[in-house]
């Protein structure tokens, strides 16, 4: 089965502190393609970061970061030093190379940060 | 560049209406796919489009059908509409492969009384 969970429904913060947002996905496919995706109270949702599994090196962009563990299926998401504009609905997704393009989404962690 | 366009932004329909949901992709973008939002389901996929072709489909009834235009411009069409199809429905880009990033827009919120 090809799936993508988020285990955490909600996180409540307050802003300043740093906060990881957990991803776990199960396929047997070897190549696959990695996203997250911040959804504003507005609706849209806004692109992140992509990876695809042949790259495990982890990134940083300002206070973001993502931890990709390819022997624990896992892609996490941290954010540092939480503001209350980072309050949002974050999703992981998944392209699966079998799935031609289809995005595979876990349920979603919301994300509140108080002031 | 303009993003992806959605309209309209909110739609009211009964049981047993049609509705007609519109897509403007990213310029020079072919793929267009189309998700479904709800509370209890999450986000799901649709279809998609490529060069007015359908190129994948979701776990949906026959009720929901699109369509890709020339242009890249693409509509979908949900029949008879049920309750249950409430839903924000969400649009996306992409350049034209599979593996390529999609970029949303601002989504369509239909509402059936």
């Known amino acids: 089965a090809q799936k993508v969970t988020q285990a955490q429904t909600e996180i409540s913060v307050v802003e300043k502190e740093d906060v990881t947002l957990d991803c776990v996905y199960e396929t047997r496919d070897t190549t696959y393609y990695l996203f997250w995706y911040k959804q504003p109270p507005s609706g849209e949702l806004v692109f992140l970061i992509r990876?695809?599994?042949?790259?495990?090196q982890n990134e940083i962009s300002g206070r973001y970061s993502w931890n990709f563990q390819k022997s624990t299926s896992s892609f996490n998401f941290t954010i540092t030093a939480s503001q209350v504009v980072d309050s949002a609905v974050y999703f992981c997704a998944l392209i699966f190379s079998s799935n031609t393009g289809k995005l595979i989404f876990g349920q979603g962690t919301t994300l509140q940060v108080k002031p | 560049k303009a993003g992806v366009t959605q309209t309209p932004r909110y739609l009211i329909k009964t049981r047993g209406q049609q509705v007609t949901l519109s897509c403007s992709p990213i310029?020079?973008?072919?793929?267009v796919s189309w998700y479904q939002q709800t509370p209890g389901q999450g986000l799901q996929f649709l279809f998609e489009y490529f060069s007015e072709t359908q190129r994948n489909k979701g776990n949906f009834p026959g009720r929901f059908s699109g369509r890709q235009f020339s242009n890249s411009r693409s509509e979908m069409n949900v029949s008879t509409l049920e309750l249950g199809d409430s839903a924000l429905y969400l649009c996306?880009?992409?350049?034209?492969?599979?593996?390529?990033?999609?970029?949303f827009g601002p989504g369509t919120r239909l509402l059936v009384l």
């Open positions: 310029s020079g973008h072919r793929s």
């Open positions: 990876r695809n599994s042949f790259d495990e």
């Open positions: 996306a880009s992409r350049q034209r492969n599979p593996q390529e990033t999609q970029y």
